[in-house]
């Protein structure tokens, strides 16, 4: 069955950076746009940033853009995001989520998610 | 970028009671639009993708309507397990955007 599994959560102090992992299984990673999406404290979830399947696609939201960065390892079946500059408003539970379709899409699997709190 | 805005923030119900919850788009997103269950601790799982398709396993008490800019989540007879968050989600335009959440809690 599909899994996904995110790692890399911490308490960061801001401007610290910080890099999240997430471990994919079940199906081919290489089929497939991968995201982040995060959740902060009692709001609704926050698209974050999109990777087409070979990675050579990118977008992200405004609120990241220019201090997030994904990737993925299709090799490894891994995405992973690069999170520096960090505010405290970055603090979050942060979720990879498998594209259901090219393009603009829905997320039909998601991880458990990881934690990641700024704080000074 | 597209706000969604859910209503209502809160809904009390007894269990056997249908649910209805609303989903408004400040621009068109056609049909475009899924709602995600979320209970506490765990990540969304989504329940309906645009507008009206019930995603894999999902039972038939949740159904899905609307287009445009209003949508409209139903669950026919509300059971234990049915009493979570859920959130409205646009694939409309980017940034895919989500709505603020309604939690249906047991009156």
């Known amino acids: 069955q599909v899994q996904l599994v995110e790692s890399g959560g911490a308490v960061v102090q801001p401007g610290r950076s910080l890099r999240l992992s997430c471990a994919t299984s079940?199906?081919?990673?290489?089929?497939?746009?991968m995201h982040w999406v995060r959740q902060a404290p009692g709001k609704g979830p926050e698209w974050l940033a999109l990777?087409?399947?070979?990675?050579?696609?990118?977008k992200y939201a405004d609120s990241v853009k220019a201090r997030f960065t994904i990737s993925r390892d299709n090799s490894k079946n891994r995405v992973y995001l690069q999170m520096n500059s960090l505010r405290l408003d970055d603090t979050a539970v942060y979720y990879c989520?498998?594209?259901?379709?090219?393009?603009?899409?829905?997320?039909?699997?998601w991880g458990q998610g990881t934690l990641v709190t700024v704080s000074s | 970028e597209v706000v969604l805005t859910q209503s209502p923030a809160t809904l009390s119900l007894s269990p056997g009671e249908r649910a209805t919850l609303s989903c408004r788009a400040s621009?068109?997103?056609?049909?475009?639009l899924a709602w995600y269950q979320q209970r506490p601790g765990q990540a969304p799982r989504l329940l309906i993708y645009?507008?009206?398709n019930r995603a894999t396993d999902i039972p038939a008490r949740f159904s899905g309507s609307g287009s445009g800019t209003d949508f409209t989540l139903t669950i026919s007879s509300l059971e234990p397990e049915d009493f979570a968050v859920y959130y409205c989600?646009?694939?409309?335009?980017?940034?895919?955007?989500f709505g603020g959440g309604t939690k249906v809690e047991i009156k």
């Open positions: 989600q646009q694939r409309g335009s980017w940034p895919l955007t």
């Open positions: 621009e068109s997103v056609s049909g475009y």
């Open positions: 989520a498998k594209a259901f379709i090219v393009g603009p899409t829905f997320f039909d699997y």
């Open positions: 990777t087409s399947y070979d990675g050579k696609n990118t």
């Open positions: 645009d507008s009206s």
């Open positions: 079940g199906f081919t990673l290489s089929n497939h746009a």
